[in-house]
């Protein structure tokens, strides 16, 4: 059974996107520096969000004891990154 459209969510001038509509379409790279300037297209094309690492750190599983996970949760958000730093920390005194 077909899925019927609101009449009441139709807008005429926001008319819904055709297969025409989506073959004319072109990235944003090449639309933006007709619209605005080269520099402003570039700004305005800046991925968000933080910037990649070039070592990420890895993703494990590891079981540690109730005590030690409660004392690092304790002091709040960065936990992970506190035990990360006792490990190298470990590492350091160890060698």
Do not use: C
């Not at 609101?6 to 996107?17: F, I, Q, T």
């Not at 090449?30 to 933080?50: M, N, Q, T, Y």
């Amino acid at each position: 059974m077909k899925q019927r459209t609101n009449p009441k969510l139709l807008d005429a001038e926001n008319p819904e996107l055709t297969k025409n509509d989506f073959v004319k379409m072109r990235p944003a790279s090449e639309v933006l520096p007709e619209i605005f300037s080269k520099e402003i297209s570039k700004e305005l094309l800046i991925p968000r969000g933080r910037p990649r690492l070039e070592k990420t750190k890895e993703h494990i599983n590891i079981r540690l004891s109730p005590d030690v996970i409660k004392h690092f949760k304790s002091a709040g958000a960065g936990w992970q990154s506190r035990i990360d730093a006792a490990l190298r920390e470990y590492i350091v005194n160890h060698q």
